[in-house]
């Protein structure tokens, strides 16, 4: 039984086939694949349980203001994701049409609730998605279960954190990834403790597994002797990349093995190669966004897995990362402390290089049991799932309630 909710044993009957909407924007476009991974997840094993179908809404930029704060992909005609998808695009003007957004987003979203009539709708990422279906599951009294996976819970602008308020209020259960969102969320947003789900991250242990590091680095041409430091996330300055390189930078002269793998893509691409090609840093390597089998092998190749994150939910590379048996240099912020430990990892503060290379140092001077580090996260996907419905079951029985 699951340590994050082991006093509620599940009560689903697995022979009712519950009709769930996702109604959510983190789901994969062309060009963009691996958005929003772990719900995409949570959503494929949740299908074998439910009758599961997904309406995404996605955001349409005019072609000369569209926003600086990530790469804009397009909303396809059709995407063969193994599940029924809908994608419906709603106008938005960068921060502009911030306050109207959700509104918006539940203007697109109306017709396509009202026609597929769930049993539940389950919308991942607070505001817009999940206030517009929230509005749209009131009007057609549906129940609605949000999730919260970090970034919207913790929105930096005043507008999405108080649009965010009212779907914690107002769903009939928050699912958040870790328990310090379920603090947030409570104490800070008037969230009610008896309808909130911490249900974390699972790790598909089939892919994220032990792997021979030198097969690894002979598979994707990295030198045996090379100190290999990994990041894999988002190109984005939150998640400590400039901090990163400049710590790269400071052990270049002194550690002439010490190499540095980005996988990922992102708005602070451009950036990144640029400050490469400026300084002459032969030690780092931008990769570029890859799937999950070819994440697994650089994991496998890798000495130390890097996250250097101003904030975090509950970041699933830290445990694909361990199941991998690597240990990870990482910030102690949001859901990164229920991870990690003195025995599986370094902590540094955010924001400062100079701290962030001493961790870098440190990880890579100790001796690590990989195996030991690979058997510390059994959490599956499956369990994830059924936990996920577990919470749908409960919203249709509060809303029957309140009806």
């Given at each position: 039984?699951?340590?994050?909710?082991?006093?509620?044993?599940?009560?689903?009957?697995?022979?009712?086939?519950?009709?769930?909407?996702?109604?959510?924007?983190?789901?994969?476009?062309?060009?963009?694949?691996?958005?929003?991974?772990?719900?995409?997840?949570?959503?494929?094993?949740?299908?074998?349980?439910?009758?599961?179908?997904v309406l995404s809404p996605v955001a349409s930029y005019p072609?000369?203001?569209?926003?600086?704060?990530?790469?804009?992909?397009?909303?396809?005609?059709?995407?063969?994701?193994?599940?029924?998808?809908?994608?419906?695009?709603?106008?938005?003007?960068?921060?502009?049409?911030?306050?109207?957004?959700?509104?918006?987003?539940?203007?697109?979203?109306?017709?396509?609730?009202?026609?597929?009539?769930?049993?539940?709708?389950?919308?991942?990422?607070?505001?817009?998605?999940?206030?517009?279906?929230?509005?749209?599951?009131?009007?057609?009294?549906?129940?609605?279960?949000?999730?919260?996976?970090?970034?919207?819970?913790?929105?930096?602008?005043?507008?999405?954190?108080?649009?965010?308020?009212?779907?914690?209020?107002?769903?009939?259960?928050?699912?958040?990834?870790?328990?310090?969102?379920?603090?947030?969320?409570?104490?800070?947003?008037?969230?009610?403790?008896?309808?909130?789900?911490?249900?974390?991250?699972?790790?598909d242990s089939r892919i994220f597994r032990l792997r021979d590091?030198?097969?690894?680095?002979?598979?994707?041409?990295?030198?045996?002797?090379?100190?290999?430091?990994?990041?894999?996330?988002?190109?984005?300055?939150?998640?400590?990349?400039?901090?990163?390189?400049?710590?790269?930078?400071?052990?270049?002269?002194?550690?002439?093995?010490?190499?540095?793998?980005?996988?990922?893509?992102?708005?602070?691409?451009?950036?990144?190669?640029?400050?490469?090609?400026?300084?002459?840093?032969?030690?780092?390597?931008?990769?570029?966004?890859?799937d999950p089998i070819a994440v697994s092998t650089w994991m496998?190749?890798?000495?130390?897995?890097?996250?250097?994150?101003?904030?975090?939910?509950?970041?699933?590379?830290?445990?694909?990362?361990?199941?991998?048996?690597?240990?990870?240099?990482?910030?102690?912020?949001?859901?990164?402390?229920?991870?990690?430990?003195?025995?599986?990892?370094?902590?540094?503060?955010?924001?400062?290089?100079?701290?962030?290379?001493?961790?870098?140092?440190?990880?890579?001077?100790?001796?690590?049991?990989?195996?030991?580090?690979?058997?510390?996260?059994?959490?599956?996907?499956?369990?994830?799932?059924?936990?996920?419905?577990?919470?749908?079951?409960?919203?249709?029985?509060?809303?029957?309630?309140?009806?």
């Open positions: 039984m699951d340590r994050y909710n082991s006093a509620r044993p599940f009560q689903v009957d697995a022979s009712v086939q519950m009709r769930v909407l996702v109604v959510t924007s983190q789901f994969p476009l062309p060009g963009d694949l691996q958005r929003g991974r772990p719900v995409y997840q949570t959503i494929q094993h949740l299908a074998r349980i439910a009758n599961v179908s072609t000369w203001i569209r926003p600086r704060s990530y790469i804009y992909h397009a909303a396809p005609e059709g995407l063969d994701a193994g599940i029924p998808v809908k994608y419906v695009t709603f106008p938005v003007l960068p921060v502009v049409s911030r306050p109207l957004n959700g509104w918006l987003c539940a203007r697109a979203l109306e017709n396509e609730i009202a026609e597929a009539r769930p049993d539940v709708i389950l919308s991942y990422w607070l505001y817009p998605d999940a206030y517009g279906a929230l509005k749209v599951a009131r009007r057609l009294k549906i129940p609605m279960v949000a999730g919260a996976r970090g970034s919207d819970l913790r929105a930096r602008d005043l507008i999405s954190r108080r649009m965010a308020r009212r779907v914690v209020r107002g769903a009939d259960r928050l699912l958040v990834v870790s328990r310090d969102l379920e603090r947030i969320a409570t104490t800070r947003d008037g969230g009610t403790a008896d309808r909130i789900r911490v249900i974390p991250n699972g790790c590091r030198l097969a690894a680095r002979i598979e994707l041409g990295v030198a045996p002797e090379a100190a290999l430091l990994l990041y894999v996330g988002r190109l984005v300055p939150e998640k400590g990349l400039r901090e990163l390189l400049a710590a790269m930078e400071s052990l270049r002269p002194s550690h002439r093995s010490l190499r540095l793998s980005i996988v990922g893509d992102g708005p602070m691409w451009a950036e990144i190669e640029t400050w490469i090609r400026d300084t002459r840093s032969e030690n780092i390597l931008l990769v570029g966004a890859r496998a190749a890798a000495d130390v897995v890097v996250l250097p994150s101003y904030s975090e939910g509950h970041p699933n590379v830290l445990v694909e990362a361990l199941a991998c048996g690597r240990p990870f240099v990482a910030t102690p912020v949001g859901g990164v402390r229920e991870i990690a430990d003195e025995s599986c990892s370094i902590l540094v503060p955010p924001r400062e290089p100079a701290a962030l290379a001493r961790g870098i140092l440190e990880a890579m001077s100790r001796e690590w049991d990989e195996v030991d580090l690979a058997q510390r996260h059994s959490r599956s996907w499956d369990e994830v799932a059924r936990q996920t419905l577990e919470a749908c079951v409960e919203a249709r029985g509060t809303s029957r309630e309140r009806d």
